[in-house]
């Protein structure tokens, strides 16, 4: 696995949780302080970061990026900030059918908010909802804890990481501005 060289998973196996998967077997296991087998998902300070510092910190898995990090409001990195796009998504339990938890959408800005430059990154962030953590755990900050995905999409909208990004082609075009020559 790319940038994951410290976790021990054997050869031939790939991490593609869906999203009930990161809720019931990561995330929930985390909150309620129960082992998680495999433990390969780190924590991190998300606010630390800007989207392309993941690699070899979080857990990598082709282009997308695994971690805990602690829920808060401030979504502010130090070139950039988070913005909520889409409103909470339930996920729903396949067996009970219940809402187990909630994903939320969010892009990465480069710049100060309100007015920064839109990137591809794309970050969805999980929560349990109120009832899914057991009511036996300790009384600490356990129910903060959230699990993120973090992907560079691609121009055309899917995921492949072998085509340039799209602040990657913008950057490129700003290199052939020598070559024009403006009116005096």
């Known amino acids: 696995m790319a940038g994951s060289s410290n976790v021990n998973i054997p050869p031939g196996f790939r991490f593609y949780p869906t ?23 780190p924590d991190l300070d998300l606010y630390t970061f800007d989207p392309w510092e993941l690699e ?4 990598g ?28 998504e339930p996920i729903i339990g396949t067996h009970s059918g219940k ?10 800005y480069i710049g100060e908010a309100p007015g920064g ?18 009511s036996r755990r300790p009384k600490n900050d356990y129910s903060k804890w959230v699990v993120c995905r973090v992907y560079e999409q691609s121009c055309n909208g899917d995921n492949d990481a072998t085509e340039l990004s799209c602040l990657d082609e913008v950057f490129l075009a700003l290199d052939d501005l020598d070559e024009i020559s403006l009116p005096n």
């Open 19 to 41: 999203d009930e998967e990161l809720v019931v077997h990561f995330l929930h296991r985390k909150a309620t302080l129960l082992p998680c087998h495999p433990d390969v998902i």
């Open 56 to 59: 070899g910190k979080a857990l």
């Open 61 to 88: 898995e082709g282009n997308q990026w695994y971690y805990f990090s602690r829920r808060t409001q401030n979504r502010i990195t130090n070139n950039g900030y988070w913005k909520i796009v889409e409103t909470d």
């Open 99 to 108: 809402k187990i938890g909630i994903k939320k959408c969010l892009v990465f």
């Open 117 to 134: 430059i839109k990137t591809n990154w794309i970050m969805h962030e999980y929560r349990l909802t109120q009832g899914a953590s057991s």
